[in-house]
């Protein structure tokens, strides 16, 4: 599982030999904070939009910077054994930044998928995957999961 949790320069050759094999590349990103089941149908339904599935993963100082000082609530080596042990998960990556842009650029994967609660016009990358042929996928929400929802419950 371990080998699935690499850099940008490890993950720029991942993707370059699956595409010499006709590999479709889905890329999408997120938290992932506390997994449960709406992340689970948006990294399935994300799987079987190509051939092999790259989860970006935000850094703890992203996330920090996104969701707020008390969060996440599971570390980024955590988080990423997670989506690494998802057996329809091909590679994650982890990224500083606010949003993924770099990653995305650096990649050019072919469908990049997020959840309902984007626009297309929202989607950070959309109009650069779409500039070069790729396409956007927007995954329907499942109503009631959430990490919000999870901690809220906890409390």
């Not at 770099?102 to 990649?107: P, V």
Request: proline share 3%.
């Amino acid at each position: 599982m371990s080998q699935k949790i690499v850099n940008s320069h490890t993950l720029i050759q991942r993707c370059n030999g699956w595409r010499l094999k006709g590999d479709k590349i889905v890329f999408t990103n997120g938290c992932f904070d506390i997994l449960h089941r709406g992340h689970i149908d948006l990294l399935l339904e994300a799987a079987e939009q190509g051939n092999k599935l790259i989860v970006a993963l935000n850094t703890d100082a992203s996330v920090s910077r996104l969701k707020g000082a008390d969060r996440p609530i599971n570390t980024e080596q955590d988080r990423a054994m997670l989506l690494a042990a998802q057996t329809f998960v091909d590679a994650v990556c982890l990224f500083d930044t606010d949003t993924p842009l770099d990653l995305i650029k650096l990649l050019h994967p072919d469908i990049l998928v997020k959840g309902g609660d984007y626009t297309t016009d929202q989607i950070v990358g959309a109009q650069e995957v779409k500039s070069y042929g790729g396409r956007v996928h927007i995954v329907p929400l499942r109503k009631g999961y959430s990490s919000t929802n999870t901690l809220s419950r906890l409390k």
